[in-house]
C-alpha cells in the first residue's frame, strides 16, 4: 500500500521550471508579441544562414537576442525592479528600428537574391514587420499615456515656483 504524500511534498522541484515564463505573462499581449517577434526572428535568422543573402543574417540575430531578452526581462518582472529605466521607451525604440530594418532588408532580399531561402526570409521578414509595426503601435500608446499623466503634473509644480519667485525681471 502506498501512503498519500503531504499535500507540500506535491510540488515538483524547481529545476528548469524556474526558467519559463508565468503562464499569466505567456498569455498577455504582450508576452505573445515577444514570443511572437522572438520565434519569426530565429526563422528569418535561419533562412538567412541557409540563403544566399547570408549578409542580412546579423540583424535578425540582434533582434531575437533583444527580444528574448525583454520576454525574459518581464516575465520575471526586471522591469519593476530596474526603475532608473524606462522599460516601454526602450522596448518601443527596439520595435521601430526593427520595423525598419526587417522591412528594408526584406525588400533587397526578395528583390535581389532569387534562391528560395531568401524569399523566405523576406516573406517572413515582411510578418515581422508588421507583428514589430503592431507592437511599436501598442507600446506608443503606453507611451503617450504616460506622457499626458506626466505633462499635467508638471505646470502645476512650475506655476507654484514662480509665484514664489522675488525677482523683478519683467
Known sequence: MEEPEPAGAAAPPPGLRSLLPPREFLCSRKGQLLLAESVLSFIIFICYIASLAASFMMAPLLEFLLALF?????ASKLNEKFKGLYWPLMDF???????IIYFAISIAAVSKYNDGASKAAGVFGFIATIVYAIDFYITFNDLVTFLKQGSSDSPEGHKSEDEDSDSDSD
Not at 93 to 99: D, F, W, Y
Open 70 to 74: 525583454l520576454f525574459f526581462a518581464y
Open 93 to 99: 525604440l527596439r520595435c521601430v528600428t526593427a520595423a
